[in-house]
Structure formats: structure tokens, C-alpha cells
């Protein structure tokens, strides 16, 4: 009976589970903390030293991506929610009991995955839209705001959002492939965080030709309204930033249907 399990059943118990585990609520929290909070913060700063910004940086600011600051500590946390989604199973030992009950693999992944992707998209589109919304209320009146009928800001702040979510879906592919929630979450970490500071050590010409295929310079890029110097537009580091996540879930999904549990 096990074997013809329909795939919307697993997919609603996969549903239950995100829900009701607690490290997947405290990571949704932190999204919404991190990116709302961080953009009311940084808002209110730059709202009350505009007067005494010098006339150049004035000129040059950018009232989006200032608003978006938070998806720098929002892409940390939906990398964990992404890694533990997976390897919380392992710690616990309940992925066995997930296999006994859903014995078809491939099956099991992409019911995940699906509502991991779905779960983290709902949730990084309302942060990134709502820590836009709050940034350009607080700079109203004071500084220059931006506003959602302009093309480039309306896909930045859609792509915001769409980066957190195909970072949690790297983060998965990395559990799916490694089963250890603290080496996951500290490969994750090294690859946003460590792996651009050494670059900064590399000549020039290296940093020039390799930077822009890191994962954070693609979501910069995805997130700036305006092109950015020596990386790729935002929607050919879409692609490049869906390619990854899809090469590392399909990489995970090999290793875990070839494995024991």
C-alpha cells in the first residue's frame, strides 16, 4: 500500500512537517526579522544623516537596495531552513521512519523540495516587499524613494525574493548530499561569506573573471535596479543561480536514492 502513495499525500505530509517543526518556524521568523528589521534600521539611519551626507552620495544613493540590506542576514537563515529540512531528519533519526512510509525516493525529494520552494518563496516575497515598502515609508518626505511602477525596482525587489528562495534549495541540495546539519550549514556559510573574502585576495584580473559566479555576487546583482560593474545582469544570474541549485538537488537526489538512510 506503502508503494502506491500518491504524490499530493506526500507532499501535504511533507507540508505538515515544515510547519510544525520548530527549527523551520524559527528560521521563517528569522527571514522576516532579519530582512524587515534590518531595513527599518538602516532606513532610519540614512534618514536622519541625510542632511549631512556629502552631495555626492546623495546623488549616487539607491533607496532600493539600501531598503534590501536584510537579505544579507536573511540568505544565512533560509539556508539553514533549507539544510535543515533534510538533515534534521538524519539527526533524529525519523528518516528511516519517512523512508518505511515513503519508500519511492525521488518521489520524496521532490515533494520537499516543492514545498520548501513554495514555502520560502511566499515568505521571501513578503519580507523583501515588505522591508521595501517600510524603507521608502521611512525615507518619505526626507530622501529620495523609489517606487514599485518603475520596472528595475519591481524586479529587484521580485528577484530579492526569488534569491532567498533558490539559496534555501542550494542549502537542501547540500543536506540531501552532505546529511550533517552543522558541515551543511558551515559549507553554506563558507561559500557566501568565506569563499568572497578570499577572493579579495586574488589578482585582479582573477577577481574580475570569477567573482561574478559566486552565489552572493549573483543575488547583488539580482537585487541591484541598476547594473552592476563586472557581474552579470540580474536575470542571467538567475539562471546561473537556478543552475546551481538545480545541478546540487539533482547531485542530492542521486547520493540519496543510492544510500541508506
Not at 511533507?14 to 520548530?22: G, I, M, P, Q, Y
Not at 537596495?65 to 531552513?81: K, M, P
Request: hydrophobic share 50%.
Amino acid at each position: 500500500m506503502n508503494r502506491d502513495i500518491s504524490l499530493g499525500s506526500i507532499v501535504r505530509s511533507e507540508w505538515l512537517k515544515f510547519r510544525s517543526v520548530r527549527s523551520s518556524i524559527t528560521g521563517v521568523v528569522l527571514t522576516l526579522v532579519f530582512t524587515i528589521g534590518l531595513a527599518a534600521l538602516i532606513s532610519s539611519v540614512v534618514r536622519g544623516h541625510w542632511a549631512t551626507m556629502g552631495t555626492a552620495r546623495q546623488l549616487t544613493f539607491d533607496p532600493v537596495s539600501s531598503s534590501l540590506v536584510g537579505v544579507l542576514l536573511a540568505q544565512f537563515a533560509v539556508g539553514v531552513i533549507g539544510a535543515l529540512f533534510v538533515t534534521s531528519e538524519y539527526s533524529s533519526g525519523s528518516m528511516r521512519t519517512t523512508l518505511t512510509a515513503v519508500p519511492k525516493r525521488i518521489e520524496l525529494t521532490f515533494a520537499k523540495l516543492l514545498v520548501l520552494l513554495a514555502s520560502m518563496l511566499v515568505v521571501g516575497e513578503v519580507a523583501c516587499f515588505g522591508s521595501f515598502l517600510l524603507g521608502q515609508s521611512i525615507y518619505s518626505g526626507v530622501v529620495p524613494t523609489a517606487s514599485l511602477s518603475n520596472g528595475a525596482t519591481l524586479r529587484a525587489v521580485v528577484l530579492a525574493g526569488v534569491y532567498l528562495t533558490l539559496l534555501s534549495a542550494l542549502a537542501f541540495g547540500l543536506g540531501l548530499i552532505m546529511r550533517h546539519s552543522a558541515a551543511c550549514i558551515s559549507v553554506f556559510v563558507g561559500v557566501l561569506l568565506i569563499v568572497p573574502l578570499i577572493f579579495a585576495f586574488l589578482p585582479q584580473s582573477w577577481q574580475n573573471a570569477g567573482e561574478k559566479y559566486l552565489p552572493s555576487e549573483l543575488g547583488h546583482a539580482m537585487v541591484s535596479p541598476t547594473p552592476v560593474a563586472n557581474e552579470f545582469g540580474p536575470w542571467t544570474s538567475l539562471i546561473v543561480l537556478a543552475v546551481y541549485a538545480v545541478v546540487l538537488v539533482t547531485i542530492g537526489t542521486t547520493v540519496f536514492t543510492r544510500r541508506d538512510a
